[in-house]
T-cell receptor, first 108, second 115 residues
Framework: GQSLEQPSEVTAVEGAIVQINCTYQ??????LSWYQQHDGGAPTFLSY????GLEETGRFSSFLSRSDSYGYLLLQELQMKDSASYFC?????????FGTGTRLQVFP | DVKVTQSSRYLVKRTGEKVFLECVQD?????MFWYRQDPGLGLRLIYF???????EKGDIPEGYSVSREKKERFSLILESASTNQTSMYLC??????????????FGPGTRLLVL
């Protein structure tokens, strides 16, 4: 079977750094994606890692270790607008399997 | 910009009704997906399609069917709505090309209430 684990909730203050971890168990792994979803909104793509290592996109970075079946999303210089749910998703052939999401609350 | 639209933002139906949820994308994407999202359960894949008239079952297809007669349109059908199908339904599309297929573009969602 396939499963993903990520924390249900994380809190932090503005300007801080937060890391959201994701561990997975899956067959046919192609890569790990991250999506952001604000309350009432649609999920939007943030990043994708197919190879081990760190990928940086502005204030957000994503890391993958295929040997550990583990990845994380790193958010730096947190802003209030980063308060949202973050989903990791593993790519199998032709489809994504999503985790249950991590709700990030950023406080002033 | 990729645009994925869904026919309704909110829908209220009665138990036993046949329900159609429509999704249209304007980027000529090969792949289209239907998910439902429930609190604490994340996004669960109902059906997907990687070509016209093709469909594949996802993780929770029971009680649903789909139709893809045109490349840009993917319909989700609840043959006989039940209260446990009350949920947020999200449609998504992606390109069939290499790494780009990993990026799914989502519609705004349809919040369905079955009474």
């Amino acid at each position: 079977g396939q499963s993903l684990e990520q924390p249900s909730e994380v809190t932090a203050v503005e300007g801080a750094i937060v890391q959201i971890n994701c561990t997975y168990q899956t067959s046919g792994f192609y890569g790990l994606s991250w999506y952001q979803q604000h309350d009432g909104g649609a999920p939007t793509f943030l990043s994708y890692n197919a190879l081990d290592g760190l990928e940086e996109t502005g204030r957000f970075s994503s890391f993958l270790s295929r040997s550990d079946s583990y990845g994380y999303l790193l958010l730096q210089e947190l802003q209030m607008k980063d308060s949202a749910s973050y989903f990791c998703a593993v790519s199998g052939a032709d489809k994504l399997i999503f985790g249950t999401g991590t709700r990030l609350q950023v406080f002033p | 910009d990729v645009k994925v639209t869904q026919s309704s933002r909110y829908l209220v139906k009665r138990t036993g009704e046949k329900v159609f949820l429509e999704c249209v994308q304007d980027m000529d994407h090969e792949n289209m997906f239907w998910y439902r999202q429930d609190p604490g359960l994340g996004l669960r894949l109902i059906y997907f399609s990687y070509d016209v008239k093709m469909k594949e079952k996802g993780d929770i297809p029971e009680g649903y069917s789909v139709s893809r007669e045109k490349k840009e349109r993917f319909s989700l059908i609840l043959e006989s709505a039940s209260t446990n199908q009350t949920s947020m339904y999200l449609c998504a599309s992606s390109s069939g090309d290499g790494r780009d297929q990993e990026t799914q573009y989502f519609g705004p969602g349809t919040r369905l209430l079955v009474l």
